[in-house]
């Protein structure tokens, strides 16, 4: 039961990460590999300000947003330079920028230490030291960012953000700022994924570079692509999917640290498998 | 020894490895038009290749090193056999491409951790003889490194200029459709695109295994390198890229001096995006 809540816990940081990809990705089209960069900035922040400060839960989650939309902002302005293949590689260049700096600044980041004691959050004096009370404050999040996400889709600003996939430059014609609205909702994105990483730091109450690396990013997209880009319950099912797949593996029985290789070589073959046979994705609206 | 020569030194054997990938990156991208991710396994597959054949079965170094370069050029092969032809048959966009090769890389990097585990390892047999020059040092196996990279562009600036196979390459190149109506086989132009590619990345390796180590994720890395060398030079562009390798090298090489070793990654990254924004074309236009 434990191991179940924790995996539970698990798909919902992942799920809120999947969801908030799947607006940059899925609904504007911008292929983003940079996410984990921006789940490690939301981390890293709300360590370092719980271990050196007083500071409560929620006020240093939102202090973590607020850096990672800051960041997020100057990098997506250079980003918004490019289109298709190169945007792609650019934002993989910034995952590498970011995880050196989360590697390399030791004063800050204690380097390939990590960040050992991060505090759990707590609520009304209600200490969320155990695991079901954080799954229900990590599910009410992700109910909230839910909703979030779909009102955003749903909305004037999310039409004109398919349409920038779809057509660039005719909502260009109409005058609309395209750069604008990529802007918006990159930050937005990122900010999202800000929360999740505040989440992610105070539930495992550690955290190192490793965490961050490329690969995580590519994990993430993995999830939105399984699950099917632009369909928001497509992004909670691949993050279901893709959390749960791997712990099959486990009882398969290989020793962890093949295990660790197999989940890659899992995740390498959906994806070839996916873009072979099914682009869309399970559920997904939007083929890449 | 003075630290100016070394650099200079340190800076030309890392362009010369950067050339190499680079050569082969701007080989598959110009002919078909998609950053290809898998690429990078190839300079893993070399490494482990001569690893597995030269240190694990014993077989001799120069028959490990030939057979090694070709396995990886049979991974390449094949990556463009079952996933690549479909997917082009099918009209994919590069963004699928991309995707796919993204994962063939994935899978198959950790396919190498599972079988060889994913340990630093190292390929020379003890210490080699160093020689000097212009004040600085340089091993055997760094020498070597130099004359291949010279060697491999010399030899496909001739091979795509001046052979009728070379040309057909840049005719597909150029337009798929119109080489195939002019009566080029473009299928079996691209598979030995991709054979050709890999293997180049696969010798990349190979040198880069003698000259510091393997380990299952040096193709990333390696890459990587590769990709912002061919960019920078402006991509597709075969001089450019030996030059956009050179100049990531010194500044790499340069940067660390200033700054510190750990930052060598987010240093080239860096030249790579201040080129995306000032000059998006590279040094050479195609």
């Not at chain 1, 921006?38 to 300000?49: C, E, K, Q, V």
């Not at chain 1, 505090?119 to 909230?144: C, K, M, Q, S, Y």
């Not at chain 2, 490194?145 to 091979?159: R, W």
Request: glycine letters at 12%; a positive charge.
């Amino acid at each position: 039961m434990p191991y179940l809540i924790h995996l539970a816990i698990l798909v919902g940081i992942y799920g809120i990460l999947g969801l908030s990809l799947n607006l940059v990705v899925g609904y504007t089209g911008l292929l983003s590999v940079t996410h984990a960069a921006f789940y490690g900035l939301g981390a890293y922040a709300t360590a370092i300000l719980l271990t050196s400060t007083g500071l409560n839960f929620f006020v240093a989650l939102l202090l973590g947003v607020l850096i990672t939309s800051v960041l997020a902002l100057l990098i997506g302005l250079v980003l918004s330079r490019f289109h298709g293949d190169y945007y792609a590689l650019g934002s993989f260049g910034f995952n590498i920028i970011i995880y050196s700096v989360f590697l390399n600044w030791q004063s800050l980041t204690r380097g390939p230490l990590g960040i050992p004691g991060i505090r759990r959050p707590e609520i009304f004096g209600l200490n969320l030291t155990d695991n079901f009370h954080f799954l229900l404050l990590v599910l009410a999040i992700l109910l909230l960012v839910y909703f979030l996400c779909r009102f955003i889709v749903n909305s004037s600003f999310g039409r004109a953000l398919r349409a920038i996939r779809e057509d660039e430059q005719a909502l260009q014609v109409f005058g609309y700022r395209t750069t604008f609205y990529k802007l918006i909702i990159f930050v937005l994105s990122a900010a999202l994924a800000a929360v999740a990483g505040s989440l992610f730091a105070s539930y495992i109450t550690f955290v190192d570079p490793s965490s961050f690396v490329l690969f995580e990013s590519i994990f993430i997209l993995a999830i939105i692509i399984l699950g099917g880009l632009a369909n928001l319950r497509g992004s909670l099912l691949g993050a279901l999917f893709l959390i749960l797949l791997p712990e099959l593996l486990r009882f398969v029985g290989f020793p962890s640290d093949i295990a660790a290789q197999m989940r890659q070589v899992v995740y390498g073959l959906i994806l070839v498998i996916l873009m072979l046979y099914r682009p869309q994705g399970l559920v997904g609206e939007y083929k890449l | 020894m003075g630290i100016l020569p070394q650099l200079i030194l340190n800076s030309i054997i890392a362009g010369a490895i950067y050339t190499m990938i680079a050569l082969g990156f701007n080989l598959i991208y110009s002919t078909v038009k998609f950053f290809d991710l898998s690429y990078g396994v190839m300079m893993a597959i070399g490494g482990y290749g001569v690893y597995w054949l030269y240190k694990i079965i014993g077989l001799n170094l120069g028959l490990s090193v030939v057979l090694a370069i070709l396995l990886a050029g049979l991974v390449g092969y094949l990556a463009d056999y079952f996933v690549y032809r479909p997917l082009r048959r099918r009209k994919a966009s590069t963004m699928v491409l991309l995707v796919a090769s993204l994962g063939i890389f994935t899978a198959l990097q950790a396919v190498i951790a599972i079988l060889f585990s994913s340990q630093f390892q190292t390929l020379s047999a003890g210490e080699g003889k160093i020689y000097e020059v212009i004040g600085g040092a340089i091993t055997g196996v760094q020498l070597v490194i130099l004359a291949s990279g010279l060697l491999i562009m010399l030899a496909l600036a001739f091979f795509l200029n001046r052979t009728r196979f070379g040309r057909a390459i840049k005719a597909v190149g150029d337009d798929e459709e119109v080489a195939r109506v002019v009566g080029i086989n473009t299928d079996k132009i691209i598979s030995f695109v991709f054979f050709l590619s890999a293997a180049i990345g696969g010798l990349a390796g190979v040198l880069v295994g003698f000259d510091t180590g393997i380990e299952p994720t040096m193709g990333l890395n390696l890459l990587l390198k590769g990709v912002i060398a061919a960019i920078v030079g402006g991509i597709g562009n075969i001089y450019g890229g030996v030059l956009g390798a050179f100049l990531l090298g010194t500044v790499e090489n340069f940067g660390i001096w200033q700054i510190s070793g750990e930052w060598k990654d987010a240093i080239a990254f860096a030249l790579l995006i201040v080129f995306l924004i000032f000059r998006p074309q590279g040094l050479f236009k195609r």
